[in-house]
């Protein structure tokens, strides 16, 4: 495996559903990130975690839930979710360098999530 | 005033032309600028970055920074049909502790055979 790798590639779940989205890296990379693209608006960052630490939350509904437990990994949990959540969930991750600087983002190929 | 703005388009240029994308930020602290461009059901793939003022050419594709205006733009040359895609600009933001990384929202590029 190389890369960003991200399960599952597509799901569909009912607004009382509890599902996870799962994303791996074997970059080396420090950080990893949780952004929503939804049609016709620019990524949004949901979470960002710099060595397993929760470092952002922009502020997004507690129905989204991460965890990282290790550098490599980190998860979306969803509960109770709203159509308006149908989006593309990236996963992505970088080595943060000097000064915090974010560094180049690899995303996998993302989680097609459809809420109905 | 948008973080990050980009003409949506579609951008059409015939194959073998120059196309010209255009990118405005809004954050004067900002230290790092990149280009991802993104094929219609893909991932964003990241193609170029660049941290000081001035050009930066890498194959076909040329990055252009002006930290003054607050202007960044990607000019691809001999435009080919598999260049057709969204391409995303991106800037390292201030935020407490470091940077983030903050997207327009892309601008479609159409290179016509």
């Known amino acids: 495996e190389t890369g960003v790798t991200q399960t599952p590639r597509h799901l569909v779940m009912g607004m009382t559903n509890k599902k996870s989205l799962k994303c791996e890296q074997h970059l080396g990379h420090n950080a990893m990130y949780w952004y929503k693209q939804s049609a016709k608006k620019p990524l949004e960052l949901m979470f960002v975690?710099?060595?397993?630490?929760?470092?952002e939350n922009n502020s997004v509904p507690s129905r989204f839930s991460p965890e990282c437990p290790n550098s490599s990994h980190l998860f979306l949990h969803l509960h109770t979710l709203q159509p308006e959540d149908s989006a593309l969930y990236l996963c992505?991750?970088?080595?943060?360098?000097?000064?915090?600087?974010?560094?180049?983002?690899?995303f996998g190929e993302g989680s097609r999530l459809t809420v109905l | 005033q948008k973080e990050v703005e980009q003409n949506s388009g579609p951008l059409s240029v015939p194959e073998g032309a120059i196309a010209s994308l255009n990118c405005t930020y809004s954050d004067r602290g900002s230290q790092s600028f990149f280009w991802y461009r993104q094929y219609s059901g893909k991932s964003p793939e990241l193609i170029m970055f660049i941290y000081s003022n001035g050009d930066k050419e890498d194959g076909r594709f040329t990055a252009q920074l002006n930290k003054a205006s607050q202007y960044v733009s990607l000019l691809i040359r001999d435009s080919q049909p598999s260049d057709s895609a969204t391409y995303l600009c991106?800037?390292?933001?201030?935020?407490?502790?470091?940077?983030?990384?903050?997207f327009g929202a892309g601008t479609r590029l159409f290179v016509k055979a």
């Open positions: 992505a991750s970088s080595q943060v360098k000097n000064r915090g600087l974010t560094g180049e983002l690899f």
């Open positions: 975690y710099s060595l397993e630490e929760r470092v």
């Open positions: 991106a800037v390292n933001k201030r935020r407490t502790g470091g940077f983030k990384t903050i």
